[in-house]
């Protein structure tokens, strides 16, 4: 399959790899330093499934470059893929299937208000990766697991097909019919990684300090409410199973979003805390520890966005 991966990071890089390592047809968009260095070497996979130097990978440095594309994963940061929307329009063909990997709940809306729907799934992934150096993508931990599936709940042909290619590359997988509900429900998880942020706090201590424990579990009240609200049919269960997966992380795990805050840099903000405030406030509802949160980190944002984005 033709196959473009349209940032080429943690995520873009480590499953890119993975498909062409499978014999598909993969083009990365990569820039500056990272491109050239995969242009030049290759782009080399750490990972404890097994490493893998994709040698003479095929790279170019812009979206518009991107030829007869069958498959895009969108690999990049969330507040990018409008960017990428924009610059997909002028590539994609009706045999084009766009599909978003960010974490959120906006990338596939933002993508279909610049493409015809036709042209895209919905998505999300687990794994913890990061790119390590110029040219070299880490994969840390975590079983790398793709779920995608049409928005209109259908189990396509062209679906099956996607999956298919992602089983002979072996990545797990799931092919869902009923994407939003999917996606909501790490997006649940992920924000809890802004009560992180705000306090400097890793998972570990959000769980076994009783006063954060339960902002954690207001702030699951708070997004499922919005859920509903969204039209998002999750079963109550989600609450529970959402505080659970978060106590089942290694005590020093931290999320990417706090991450990048603390280190200064932009950080995917907007669209964690930041969209359930947004949401909310569309439907009338209250979410006072998003908000809170949210507000709190706001400033430090728009400084680290000052100084990276000029
Ligand atoms: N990493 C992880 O462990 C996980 C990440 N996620 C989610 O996956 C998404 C991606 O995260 P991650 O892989 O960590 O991010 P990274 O920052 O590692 O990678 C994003 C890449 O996208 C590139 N990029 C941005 N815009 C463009 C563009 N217009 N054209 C080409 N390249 C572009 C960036 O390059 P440049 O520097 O040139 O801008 C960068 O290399 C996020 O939403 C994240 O929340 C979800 C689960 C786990
Ligand atoms: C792995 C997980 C769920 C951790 O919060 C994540 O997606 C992230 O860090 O962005």
Known sequence: MNIAIIGTGGVGGYFG??????????????????????????????????????????????????????LVLVGTKAWQVKEV????????????????????????????????????????????????EPGVIEHMSAEPYLIFGELDHSISDRARRIQEVFNRAGIKNKLSDYIQADTWKKFLLICLGGLGALTKANYGVLCQTPELKEMMVKMIDEMYFVSQAEGVKLPETVKEK?????????????????????????????????????????????????YFIYHCLLPQEQEARAIFLK
């Not at 599909?99 to 998505?123: R, S, T, W, Y």
């Not at 805050?261 to 520890?289: D, T």
């Open 17 to 70: 790899a993975r498909l062409a390592q499978a014999g598909n047809n993969v083009t990365f968009v990569a820039r500056g330093a990272h491109g050239k260095v995969i242009a030049e070497k290759g782009l080399q996979l750490l990972s404890p499934k097994g490493d893998y130097l994709l040698q003479d990978a095929s790279v170019v440095d812009s979206v518009s470059r991107l030829k007869d594309v069958e």
């Open 85 to 132: 929307a924009e610059q997909l329009k002028e590539i994609v063909s009706e045999r084009t299937i766009v599909i978003p990997l960010q974490n959120g709940v906006m990338a596939a809306k933002e993508l279909q208000e610049e493409l015809p729907d036709e042209n895209v799934m919905g998505g999300l992934c687990n794994i913890f990766s990061k790119i390590k």
């Open 242 to 290: 959402t505080l659970a997966a978060t106590m089942s992380f290694a005590p020093s795990a931290n999320s990417s979003m706090a991450r990048d805050i603390w280190a200064g840099r932009p950080s995917e903000l907007e669209y964690q805390n930041g969209s359930v405030v947004k949401l909310a406030a569309k439907h009338g509802i209250e979410v006072p520890v998003n």
